[in-house]
Nanobody, 123 residues
Framework: QLQASGGGLVQAGGSLRLSCAAS????????MGWFRQTPGKEREFVAS????????IYSDSVQGRFIISRDSAKNTVLLQMNSLKPEDTAVYYC??????????????????WGQGTLVTVSS
């Protein structure tokens, strides 16, 4: 299971750090990703990190503002979000891609999903 936390209300320009904790199995060998979703829209890719933590990709909308990282010892994945904008408001989900070492932007490639944490950015 994956448990996302760290969401909340923040003013534009502020920062939040999301955490995704894994339980029940280790995700150290899996690609991990963050996605977000707003009502009426499809789930949107945010960032992905490979098992070693050395390769990361970001969506164009968050590139340069968000940083994804992982702590394999703690079986967690973090998403540091800086310079937040109102358009970043969404429910954020962490996900794991099992059995493949290549990061992916496609939500269909991920096998395990957390329950989501709400991020609200006020203007």
């Amino acid at each position: 299971q994956l448990q996302a936390s760290g969401g909340g209300l923040v003013q534009a320009g502020g920062s939040l750090r999301l955490s995704c904790a894994a339980s029940g199995r280790t995700f150290r060998s899996d690609v991990m990703g963050w996605f977000r979703q707003t009502p009426g829209k499809e789930r949107e890719f945010v960032a992905s990190i490979n098992p070693s933590g050395f390769r990361k990709i970001y969506s164009d909308s968050v590139q340069g503002r968000f940083i994804i990282s992982r702590d394999s010892a703690k079986n967690t994945v973090l998403l540091q979000m800086n310079s937040l904008k109102p358009e970043d408001t969404a429910v954020y989900y962490c996900a794991a891609r099992v059995g493949n070492n290549f990061y992916s932007r496609a939500s269909a490639d991920y096998n395990y999903w957390g329950q989501g944490t709400l991020v609200t950015v006020s203007s």
